[in-house]
């Protein structure tokens, strides 16, 4: 189990080794993940990946990890989400300062090493320009940790075939949420969402070497309504999201270690 920052007293907080231990920061979003899934999902998604953590750590044998999980920053950057009801969003300069804020505080009392939780991609781009900003000037050592591996094969097995376009809000969100909460999705409403904007280009993708600072209106149902999803979440379960959190968590651990090990 990962300790929160919130649950220390002041007390505890003084006797905390603020040159070691790492303050993990998840960065979440609050934005329309499609008609199916909650608008947290980011959130909650980022709190289980908090859990998980915790578990795959003491898998590994990491009992006393030196770390503590600071909360879940609610809101992020979905500027392209802003169209779809509920999505809120902060403008990219105020999340910047957010963040800065709370780590020149995290600084002040002598944390050395803040490591970003990205669950939301969006964030990315700030929290990447943070982190250089922040070890140039306060000369601490911002990580960044991705909260979902996509990529991995025991990840992508879990992906229903022919959902090629699976991505936001799409079967792999779904299911997490679902690993936590199944009735906060209301899978009965899903539908499916593909890059109908980008679809026979060769080159300009909405990632690549062409690109263009699309929003989520680029992603429409197969009848051309737009659906600000990518992919099909028919088939989620909280079964197959156990799996990607479980895998996304032991990901990280090596990273952790290596975070641990690490010196300035
Ligand atoms: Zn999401």
Not at 240 to 256: D, N, Y
Request: glycine content about 10%; charged content about 20%; overall charge negative.
């Amino acid at each position: 189990m990962i300790r929160n920052y919130r649950d220390l007293t002041r007390l505890e907080m003084e006797q905390v080794d603020k040159e070691n231990t790492i303050i993990l920061i998840p960065v979440g979003a609050l934005e329309q993940h499609g008609n199916q899934a909650p608008l947290g999902t980011d959130d909650i998604i980022a709190e289980a990946m908090v859990e998980y953590l915790g578990r795959a750590l003491e898998e590994a044998g990491e009992k006393d990890f030196p770390i503590l999980a600071f909360p879940v920053i609610p809101v992020g950057l979905s500027t392209e989400h802003r169209n779809f009801c509920g999505s809120v969003t902060l403008r990219p300069d105020t999340y910047y300062h957010l963040l800065y804020d709370i780590s020149v505080s995290l600084a002040h009392h002598g944390f050395k090493k803040l490591a970003f939780l990205v669950c939301h991609g969006g964030n990315a781009p700030i929290v990447q320009v943070l982190s250089r900003e922040l070890r140039s000037e306060l000369g601490i050592s911002p990580f960044i940790l991705s909260s979902g591996a996509f990529g991995h094969p025991d990840v992508r097995a879990t992906v229903s075939e022919g959902n090629i376009y699976d991505f936001h809000g799409g079967e792999m969100e779904t299911s997490m949420v679902m690993a936590v909460d199944p009735s906060l999705v209301k899978l009965e409403t899903a539908e499916a969402g593909i890059p109908t904007a980008f679809v026979g280009n060769q080159t300009l993708k909405t990632g690549g070497s062409v690109t263009i600072g699309w929003v989520s209106e680029d992603w429409k149902t197969a009848d051309g309504k737009p659906i600000g999803i990518g992919g099909d979440p028919s088939g989620a379960t909280a079964e197959k999201g156990r799996i990607i959190l479980e895998t996304s968590a032991k990901v990280l651990v090596p990273g952790l270690r290596e975070i641990r090990d690490w010196k300035a």
